[in-house]
């Protein structure tokens, strides 16, 4: 049994749903919404972006001494850029909606052939063919006009993603088990698993690595199952803690690798000089692992120092370079890293504490 033919006017019906469609797009488009919106975006994220570094730096971020020029450079470059696309795009919108007019036009006399199939299918044709034009012509507008600050974008757009990895970093910090020492500052922190033997295995612990310009410190910070019915987790504690911590000092070198089944997977091992409180350690972290090497070489070389916005306590410089070489209990030679804002010191052989 074959099907009945479709009725020419319900054929016809749903041609001109489908116009009336797109002729709807096609009158948002034409004002160019989406091109107005991303440059109101971009504009918002410019002119606040100063904003947003003084209360990076009112919470304890104090390197990259750059961030407010790099911000006040983006406000320069924006008022030279923005009158120039805002004309295109009133331009290019009023040429738009111009070509629009007939169309609108059209439209209506199609709908009043409605029941007329014979006569409205030239006319629809006709009309489909021109809202694809006109469409496409939107489409070439946009592209126009964000053409002309894609690269400034770009430049915005990647300094934002980086205000983010330092909000990001500064929450870590507020939400974590342990307290930074007086002068110390945070430089990033990603999440990851410690890798206990080497190898990353199931109950390895998983948290957050933390890198400062004096420690490399990893936390403990995740759910944990402490019941299971049928292999399936009914009880969770939550396990916060510091695992452990090394100076950046005591650092030998940091190798890295891809792993995993794709080698989609980054991996860090830090080995550590003689005499550190571990030899290594290797950890699967969730940025780049050729970011977070440069990252640590960088801290132990002291080069984020140069690159301070907020000026070190010299007083707690100085208390560093005045602390004894030796052990005023048992003579022996004292050989610890001291940090800053470090009060005390234990001397490994006799168990004197000094006093800095």
């Given at each position: ?21 797109k002729i709807g797009q096609l009158q948002a488009g034409v004002r160019l ?122 430049e915005v757009s990647q300094t934002e993603r980086h205000l983010n990895d ?138 984020f120092d140069k690159d301070r916005a907020i000026a070190l306590d010299q ?42």
């Amino acid at each position: 049994m074959t099907a009945p033919a479709p009725n020419p006017i319900q054929q016809l019906a749903s041609e001109i749903s489908a116009l009336q469609s797109k002729i709807g797009q096609l009158q948002a488009g034409v004002r160019l919404k989406d091109a107005r919106d991303a440059v109101e975006d971009l504009q918002t994220k410019v002119n606040g972006m100063a904003q947003r570094i003084a209360g990076l730096r009112q919470r304890g971020y104090v390197f990259e001494k750059g961030l407010e020029e790099k911000a006040a450079d983006f406000v320069k470059q924006w008022q030279g850029l923005y009158p120039s696309i805002q004309q295109q795009i009133n331009i290019q919108a009023a040429q738009l909606q111009a070509a629009l007019r007939p169309l609108e036009a059209q439209m209506n006399q199609l709908g009043g052939l409605r029941n007329n199939p014979v006569a409205a299918r030239p006319l629809a044709a006709s009309l489909k063919t021109a809202a694809e034009t006109l469409e496409g012509q939107v489409n070439a507008a946009e592209r126009t006009i964000s053409g002309m600050y894609d690269r400034f974008s770009n430049e915005v757009s990647q300094t934002e993603r980086h205000l983010n990895d330092i909000d990001r970093l500064l929450n870590d910090l507020a939400e974590a088990s342990f307290q930074l020492l007086p002068t110390e500052a945070g430089i990033a922190s990603v999440k990851a698993v410690w890798c206990k033997t080497g190898k990353e295995q199931k109950d390895d612990p998983e948290g957050v690595l933390f890198l400062t310009d004096q420690r490399l410190i990893f936390e403990q910070k995740e759910e944990v199952a402490t019941k299971k019915v049928l292999f399936v987790a009914t009880e969770k504690q939550k396990i916060q803690a510091l695992q452990w911590e090394v100076p950046v000092a005591l650092v030998d070198r940091v190798q890295t690798s891809k792993q995993g089944l794709l080698k989609n997977e980054d991996h860090i091992e830090v080995r550590f000089v003689s005499g550190a409180p571990r030899d290594a350690v290797h950890l699967h972290i969730w940025e780049s692992c050729e970011q977070w090497q440069g990252l640590i070489q960088r801290a132990k070389a002291k080069e984020f120092d140069k690159d301070r916005a907020i000026a070190l306590d010299q007083a707690e410089v100085e208390k560093v370079k005045a602390a004894p070489s030796k052990c005023p209990s048992c003579g022996a030679t004292l050989d610890q890293v001291i940090l800053r804002g470090q009060d005390t010191l234990k001397c490994e052989y006799c168990g004197h504490i000094i006093r800095l």
